[in-house]
T-cell receptor, first 112, second 112 residues
Framework: EAQVTQNPRYLITVTGKKLTVTCSQN?????MSWYRQDPGLGLRQIYYSMNVEVTDKGDVPEGYKVSRKEKRNFPLILESPSPNQTSLYFCASGGSSYYGYTFGSGTRLTVV | TQLLEQSPQFLSIQEGENLTVYCNSS?????LQWYRQEPGEGPVLLVTVVTGGEVKKLKRLTFQFGDARKDSSLHITAAQPGDTGLYLCAGANEDNFNKFYFGSGTKLNVKP
């Protein structure tokens, strides 16, 4: 089954403790992206990647890092999480942004 | 400020009624997509429109892309309770099609 898999689904952590949210896709897509979804603000792009070793900032990249060492994986790294990063995070992949994405099921992150 | 403005924000209607959701921008988009999102899940792609003036139909859903590629609409005929959900428009800006923007969404509730 074609899918984007994110882990974990739920995560509660403390301020400053580094964490990684994993994302994997099995569709051989070149394009992958991370979003956060907040009430009243909608979905906002954090980082995107056009291919292996090619990444760029979206609208809200501060406090996040990404890497794309393999085509299928695109982890999101929070080096020093803060409470304002509490949010619902989505990973997505697609052949290109032009035609739209397949989204993962989301990771609900709470930073206390 | 959202690059894509959706209206209305909320819509509660009876089963069998028709409705239209609007997505507007002052920017030109190379393509526009519509997604539907259920609570706790990732958005699911419904359609992509790429040509100004394009109309696409998906069963009872009709999607239109404005001639100037700055706006789009989603029309649902004879709404059913199964249509309940959050409808999101999204698109790749013509200046940088790798950067992707979402509207704030329209929350639709169809009452039986």
């Amino acid at each position: 089954e074609a899918q984007v898999t994110q882990n974990p689904r739920y995560l509660i952590t403390v301020t400053g403790k580094k964490l990684t949210v994993t994302c994997s896709q099995n569709m051989n897509h070149e394009y992958m992206s991370w979003y956060r979804q907040d009430p009243g603000l909608g979905l906002r792009q954090i980082y995107y990647s056009m291919n292996v070793e090619v990444t760029d900032k979206g609208d809200v990249p501060e406090g996040y890092k990404v890497s794309r060492k393999e085509k299928r994986n695109f982890p999101l790294i929070l080096e020093s999480p803060s409470p304002n990063q509490t949010s619902l995070y989505f990973c997505a992949s697609g052949g290109s942004s032009y035609y739209g994405y397949t989204f993962g099921s989301g990771t609900r992150l709470t930073v206390v | 400020t959202q690059l894509l403005e959706q209206s209305p924000q909320f819509l509660s209607i009876q089963e069998g009624e028709n409705l239209t959701v609007y997505c507007n921008s002052s920017s030109v988009f190379s393509s526009l997509q519509w997604y539907r999102q259920e609570p706790g899940e990732g958005p699911v792609l419904l359609v992509t429109v790429v040509t100004g003036g394009e109309v696409k139909k998906l069963k009872r859903l009709t999607f239109q892309f404005g001639d100037a590629r700055k706006d789009s609409s989603l029309h649902i005929t004879a709404a059913q309770p199964g249509d309940t959900g959050l409808y999101l428009c999204a698109g790749a800006n013509e200046d940088n099609f790798n950067k992707f923007y979402f509207g704030s969404g329209t929350k639709l509730n169809v009452k039986p």
